[in-house]
């Protein structure tokens, strides 16, 4: 059974920093394409950055410069740095995983929310100004 957790939400004022986490269990953490996505209130859930298999990352025009994502295999961990953060970056996060293939491995990542098939229950970040 496919289980994502997310944890290290929080409330903080503008130009702060979070670190976001996402464990991971049952799925093949090495192979699978993993992505980190919002939602705000009245809003649809969008990419905010993605890491393939290898390590490749991808972001949202909106996070450049401000937001890394990382992740440790060995722990079965994904991570979000944000920094200088924003009141247009009040969310819901939530993490996903896409699972291509027993045999296939996500060669580059994706910021496309219907490639994923997996979620967690979300952490919620709030930015104050």
């Known amino acids: 059974q496919v289980q994502l957790v997310e944890s290290g939400g929080d409330s903080v004022q503008a130009g702060g920093s979070l670190r976001l986490s996402c464990a991971v269990s049952?799925?093949?953490?090495?192979?699978?394409?993993m992505g980190w996505f919002r939602q705000a209130p009245g809003k649809e859930r969008e990419g905010v950055a993605a890491i393939g298999s290898g390590g490749s990352t991808a972001y949202a025009d909106s996070v450049k410069g401000r937001f890394t994502i990382s992740k440790d295999s060995g722990k079965n961990t994904m991570y979000l740095q944000m920094d200088s953060l924003e009141p247009e970056d009040t969310a819901m996060y939530y993490c996903?995983?896409?699972?291509?293939?027993?045999?296939?491995?996500?060669?580059?990542?994706?910021?496309?929310?219907?490639?994923?098939?997996?979620w967690g229950q979300g952490t919620q970040v709030t930015v104050s100004s």
């Open positions: 996903g995983a896409a699972s291509l293939g027993v045999y296939v491995y996500c060669v580059a990542p994706r910021l496309r929310r219907s490639d994923y098939n997996s």
């Open positions: 049952g799925l093949t953490f090495r192979r699978d394409c």
